[in-house]
Nanobody, 121 residues
Framework: QVQLVQSGGGLVQAGGSLRLTCAAS????????MGWHRQAPGKQRELVAGITKGGSTNYGDSVKGRFTISRDNAKNTVYLQMNSLKPGDTAVYYCNAAIRDDWYSNDRDYWGQGTQVTVSS
């Protein structure tokens, strides 16, 4: 059984910073792409940032230049450093990862439990 466990998040004032962490554990053969999504009340879930196994990154337009995604392949962990936070960044943040959990299967998409990030003005 594979689990993605998130930590970090919370309440911060506008202009502040937060760091989210997501660690994968369990029966893992390999992890390919990892990423972060977010969902604000009444809105659809949107991509925040993604990172390939080789370290190539992509970002949603609204967070470019403010957020940085990184990963530690030895620890099966992905991070999201969020700087210059705005009230519009308020949302529940979810990590996800494409994980091969069996030598004979393709990657499966796993999700973390979600973490609330609230940015006050």
């Amino acid at each position: 059984q594979v689990q993605l466990v998130q930590s970090g998040g919370g309440l911060v004032q506008a202009g502040g910073s937060l760091r989210l962490t997501c660690a994968a554990s369990g029966k893992i053969v390999s992890i390919n792409a990892m990423g972060w999504h977010r969902q604000a009340p009444g809105k659809q879930r949107e991509l925040v940032a993604g990172i390939t196994k080789g370290g190539s990154t992509n970002y949603g337009d609204s967070v470019k230049g403010r957020f940085t995604i990184s990963r530690d392949n030895a620890k099966n962990t992905v991070y999201l450093q969020m700087n210059s936070l705005k009230p519009g960044d308020t949302a529940v943040y979810y990590c996800n990862a494409a994980i091969r959990d069996d030598w004979y299967s393709n990657d499966r998409d796993y999700w973390g439990q979600g973490t609330q990030v609230t940015v006050s003005s």
